[in-house]
T-cell receptor, first 116, second 114 residues
Framework: DQQVKQNSPSLSVQEGRISILNCDYT??????FLWYKKYPAEGPTFLISISSIKDKNEDGRFTVFLNKSAKHLSLHIVPSQPGDSAVYFCAASARGSGGSNYKLTFGKGTLLTVNP | KAGVTQTPRYLIKTRGQQVTLSCSPI?????VSWYQQTPGQGLQFLFE???????NKGNFPGRFSGRQFSNSRSEMNVSTLELGDSALYLC?????????????FGPGTRLLVL
């Protein structure tokens, strides 16, 4: 049972435009969400996170939106740059459910390609 | 501050052998988690340690085990290797005092089982 889903395996955008990466989750106990970026042969790099008490969090070019009722979050990158080309993983954790607090559940990732 | 380090970076083993992977967390971090990444299954949680105690474990067979030392360094062991154990093994660290903290990942160990 895949509790975190990234339904788009890949996304291609032009440099300077907006990239929107989507993520859906099914476990209503999830209350902390993160986005990681991963290059081949490297570990994931933390990008941005959001707690379930918020619906938006911004950090520079990156903004994460959370829609709890729809169990959906998205990562917006504006403007997109060629160096943003990587696999993006959405991850979630359940902070208050005891026993599962300390693990992240990941989606399968979306490959973003930003074309010059 | 130095990041999470993992050794070795690459390993080739044969079926039936065992392997030990090592992880040194960010200084001051006391929680270490291990994940397996494969093309088919994505990133899957193996286990998490804090202060030398395993706090959480994923759905992996008993051939996968780990431990944490008093300096927060952690090792992961896989016994009786199978072809399907070929994967990128990632270690992540966090402060560990409260749940829902951001985890920071190392570069991973690429294991190939022949």
């Amino acid at each position: 049972d895949q509790q975190v889903k990234q339904n788009s395996p890949s996304l291609s955008v032009q440099e300077g435009r907006i990239s929107i990466l989507n993520c859906d989750y099914t476990n209503s106990m999830f209350d902390y969400f993160l986005w990681y970026k991963k290059y081949p042969a490297e570990g994931p790099t933390f990008l941005i996170s959001i707690s379930s008490i918020k619906d938006k969090n911004e950090d520079g070019r990156f903004t994460v939106f959370l829609n709890k009722s729809a169990k959906h979050l998205s990562l917006h990158i504006v403007p997109s740059q060629p160096g943003d080309s990587a696999v993006y993983f959405c991850a979630a954790s359940a902070r208050g459910s005891g026993g599962s607090n300390y693990k992240l559940t990941f989606g399968k990732g979306t490959l973003l390609t930003v074309n010059p | 501050k130095a990041g999470v380090t993992q050794t070795p970076r690459y390993l080739i083993k044969t079926r039936g052998q065992q392997v030990t992977l090592s992880c040194s967390p960010i200084s001051g971090h006391r929680s270490v988690s291990w994940y397996q990444q494969t093309p088919g299954q994505g990133l899957q949680f193996l286990f998490e340690y804090f202060s030398e105690t395993q706090r959480n474990k994923g759905n992996f067979p008993g051939r996968f085990s780990g431990r944490q030392f008093s300096n927060s360094r952690s090792e992961m062991n896989v016994s009786t290797l199978e072809l399907g154990d070929s994967a990128l093994y990632l270690c992540a660290s966090s402060l560990g005092w409260s749940s829902g903290e951001t985890q920071y990942f190392g570069p991973g160990t690429r294991l190939l089982v022949l």
